[in-house]
């Protein structure tokens, strides 16, 4: 008789773990929207949230550092008409963040340093082109300053920022509601799950189907689908019988998936969560209060279930931070920030080791904020790898973050000048803050001077 053989992997014990108290956001009042995206975005600097706004939509962006209890009357990013629906920060400058609104447009806004101190009702930039609400924002991966928005016009949008204008119009693919819409890593594909039941891969630039899959799953409620390691699909959605599924895809072979696995009967939709570097997946569903997470490997079963973390609380959205924000000396390997009725709390996912030292099998080179391609070669044909970075000793920024210019002439919204001043006092205070910090090397290196000359 043979003995089953435990499959060895190096994220079997990960295990995930709140913070204290004292480290959460708290009294912050999370949007009652009732729509399907994560409602938080987050970066090594700053974390956003949109939050409930009488009359017209509104989200709330803090310096990570800022915890515990926020005061009821800190500035918000106010400038939508209509509720907020979906918040992202550009991968290329943590200051950058678009939001997509109940009022048809998108904006695009610039966090000074330190986080807001008014509150902010000029965006940089204003993006018009949608007939209806939009509720899926992506930044492009590799590309600077190129922005995919999806609406519920059926229509998606692939912007170039910096100019304020729409330069591919995909919109006689999809004929009922847009689910989901993501970029696969180097950014020369969409993937899109429709309420058609059509799961497609496009090229973004032609706006044309490569391939698509109908029926992933069964069940007539939401589709979620993201690319993982390799081109391959994972999607998540619901049977027939309405009980929540996970499957595999390659896209080489849509026939049938390389593996369905069921899962539960709730009735959150589930948004997963890939990380590259270790192929792990999270599936944090809505509703509910737990956060399941699977390896996606090379062998059968190819997804393979690790672990769960489970709580009393259930979560509003997520948050999901890259991976140069993560404390790397406590073999940290994610970090969600869990959105409650009124308060954010990070959890935080840990592989125990021993050693205090760089486990360079838990951390290979990952994706740095810096872009490959300019906006105006990539929509001319361009495609631009992601420049990796190590972290080794910490993620440290060698050069200035990626400046967000915009092209004032070519504009077809005007912003306002109240952007622009904002914009040159944030210089003016990090010139002042850098004077600062030489005046007092300076002061240390004369005394060191002085002492080593009353020795002499």
Not at 300 to 313: G, R
Not at 424 to 446: C, H, I, M, P
Request: proline share 5%; glycine share 8%; net charge negative.
């Amino acid at each position: 008789m043979s003995r089953k053989v435990v499959r060895s992997s190096k994220f079997r014990h990960v295990f995930g773990q709140a913070v204290k108290a004292d480290q959460c956001y708290d009294d912050i009042r999370i949007s009652q929207m009732t729509w399907d995206s994560n409602f938080c975005s987050v970066n090594p600097k700053f974390v956003a949230m949109i939050v409930d706004a009488s009359g017209g939509g509104a989200f709330i962006v803090l310096p990570l550092g800022k915890t515990g209890r926020i005061d009821m009357s800190y500035p918000t990013v106010c400038g939508h008409t209509g509720p907020v629906l979906d918040i992202e920060f550009c991968p290329h400058n943590d200051n950058i963040i678009a939001s997509g609104s109940e009022d048809c447009s998108v904006m695009i806004w610039e966090i000074p340093e330190g986080g807001l101190t008014t509150q902010l009702t000029e965006p940089v930039v204003k993006l018009e082109g949608h007939s209806k609400r939009v509720g899926i924002l992506s930044w492009h991966p590799t590309a600077h300053n190129v922005l995919l928005t999806a609406g519920c016009d059926n229509v998606v949008i692939l912007w170039n920022v910096a100019r304020g204008e729409a330069v591919v119009r995909i919109d006689s693919v999809h004929t009922d509601l847009i689910y989901s819409a993501c970029w696969n890593p180097d950014g020369s594909q969409i993937l899109t799950s429709c309420k058609d039941k059509t799961m497609r891969v496009l090229d973004p630039r032609k706006g044309t189907v490569l391939i698509e899959k109908e029926k992933p799953h069964e069940g007539s409620r939401p589709i979620r689908a993201v690319f993982v390691s390799d081109g391959k699909i994972l999607s998540t959605g619901f049977s027939r019988m309405s009980e929540r599924q996970v499957a595999l895809w390659d896209p080489n072979n849509f026939g049938e998936p390389m593996t369905l696995q069921e899962l539960d009967t709730s009735s959150g939709v589930l948004l997963p969560f890939f990380d590259p570097d270790t192929g792990i997946v999270y599936l944090c569903g809505k509703g509910d209060s737990s956060i399941r997470y699977f390896e996606v490997t090379d062998e059968a079963p190819y997804v393979h279930y690790l672990s769960m973390y489970s709580s009393k609380e259930s979560q509003k959205g997520m948050g999901y931070m890259p991976k140069r924000g993560l404390e790397v000396n406590k073999c940290e390997i994610s970090r969600f920030y869990k959105l409650h009725e009124r308060k954010c709390e990070p959890v935080v996912m840990t592989v125990p080791r021993k050693s205090d030292l760089f486990q360079e099998d838990l951390y290979p080179d990952t994706i740095g904020p810096e872009p490959s391609v300019e906006a105006d070669d990539w929509f001319q044909g361009k495609d631009g790898q992601p420049i990796r970075i190590s972290l080794k000793d910490g993620f440290v920024a060698t050069t200035k973050a990626k400046e967000f210019k915009v092209h004032k002439s070519l504009l077809k919204t005007t912003t306002a000048s109240a952007g622009n001043q904002q914009d040159n006092s944030g210089e003016v205070q990090s010139l002042r803050k850098e004077v600062k910090d030489l005046k007092a090397a300076v002061e240390e290196l004369t005394k060191r001077v002085k002492a080593l000359e009353s020795q002499d």
